[in-house]
């Protein structure tokens, strides 16, 4: 695998990239400062420069997308309010519960298609208390996932995101969007970052996925709505001093990493097209819009999974019948001709 030292196929997930030579250089040389004094340059440039590319006013740099999701929960609700979100997002499956525990939030769960929301189903999902007798909870954060995770890496389009947004405001809600890995949906639906973000009140970018950073996730937004995240970042103990030598990865990666997605989702392509064909494992091209592939397997898969690391390749299950292959700044040509020989033998 490119610029990493092992023997192995490492098809788990896009964060188990390692920074490259580049990457290792930049960081190595960073100016630094005290974040918590809001004086260290490198943080302060890269908060800059994503705010400025997603047309925003502002950015803050935390330490993961769990946390960056967490402090925008945080600092659009109150406790006793409830968020809106599709029913195997990011923020539901994967965060520990933390729009409860932190934030004191319920959840209404919408059914999307391969992780997509439709504007309909989201409206009918925005509870009030006002009018309810105060039966309800006040659905305040409608929360959009781009690209979907569990959907397969599928990318909304913008009529859709469009219409979402509007039907949050509309029914006095904020929009956040969980931005983990949308550079992916920017290189795949070949929009600018700020056209797809324009109607989100908040966006969360994870630099440590697709990007090929090693930790770091920025926040962005008004000026406003930063400056109280900054201080839910700080009560949720996210504060960090000599910060500027990871956000130098940050950096980095949005200079140089950006425009390679692609390489990465035409691996996937040919992956999806490849492992599908097989008599034993079916994938849903139509859904393939990036790095992810999901395989439907015929045979249980964990052992699927046990005979591709006997061979040297590492996917993970996601249930008993199915798998998730995610390509990366790492995966070569040969990396995946080798996955495809890999299941031919399984």
Known sequence: MWEYDSDRVDLRSDTVTQPTVGMRQAMSTAVVGDDVLGDDPTVIELQERLAQMLGKEAGLFVSSGTMSNAVAIRTHTNPGDEIITESTSHIYIYEGGGFAALSGCSVALVQGEYGVMDPISVARSIRKGDGSLSHFPNGSLVCVENT?????????????????????????????????????????????????????????????????????????????????????????????????????????????????????HTRAQYLAESIGSMDSFTTYLEGVHTNMVYVNCKIPAQDVVDSLFSQGVDVLSVSQESIRIVTHLHITDEDVDRTVKAFTMI
């Not at 809600?173 to 290189?187: E, K, L, P, Q, W």
């Not at 797809?196 to 990007?211: A, E, P, T």
Request: charged content about 25%; aromatic content about 6%; glycine content about 12%.
């Open 148 to 264: 979907s995770n569990r959907g397969g890496g599928t990318c909304y389009s913008l009529e859709a995101l469009d219409a979402i947004a509007k039907v949050a405001h509309d029914h006095d809600c904020r929009a956040h969007m969980d931005g983990a890995r949308m550079f992916n949906a920017v290189i795949a639906t070949d929009t600018k970052p700020a056209r797809i973000v324009r109607d989100y009140d908040s966006v969360s970018i994870c630099l440590s996925k697709g990007l090929g950073a090693p930790v770091g996730s920025v926040l962005v937004g008004s000026s406003e709505f930063i400056g109280e995240a900054h201080r839910w970042r700080k009560m949720f103990g996210g504060g960090m001093r000599q910060a500027g030598i990871i956000a130098a990865g940050g950096l980095y990666a949005i200079d140089h990493h950006i425009d390679r997605l692609s390489e990465d």
